[in-house]
């Protein structure tokens, strides 16, 4: 499995939806369910998939799609 069905399969998990509804628009102001601890089961699975340890300031702006995606990268994992 490569990096991108990883992080995909990860909020397909925590949020219940199909990878094809993921995108840019995809965060926390524009998905009803998303709360704290969806944010806190998000950066859990990114962690463990990835096998790496995020800031407190990072955990915080995983608030998006976009973000959490640019988040994963910069802890070195290529997409």
């Known amino acids: 499995m490569n990096n991108i069905d990883k992080f995909n399969g990860i ?3 925590v ?3 199909a990878a094809d509804a993921l995108g ?8 009803e369910q998303w709360d704290s601890v969806h944010q806190l089961n998000l950066v859990s ?8 340890m995020l800031d407190p300031e990072d955990i915080m702006a995983f608030t998006s799609y976009a973000n959490a995606k640019e988040i994963v990268a910069n ?5």
Request: no cysteine; net charge negative.
């Open 11 to 13: 909020f397909t998990e």
């Open 15 to 17: 949020f219940g939806v």
């Open 24 to 31: 840019d628009g995809f965060s926390k102001d524009t998905v």
């Open 45 to 52: 699975l990114a962690e463990e998939a990835f096998d790496i």
């Open 75 to 79: 802890q070195g994992i290529e997409f």
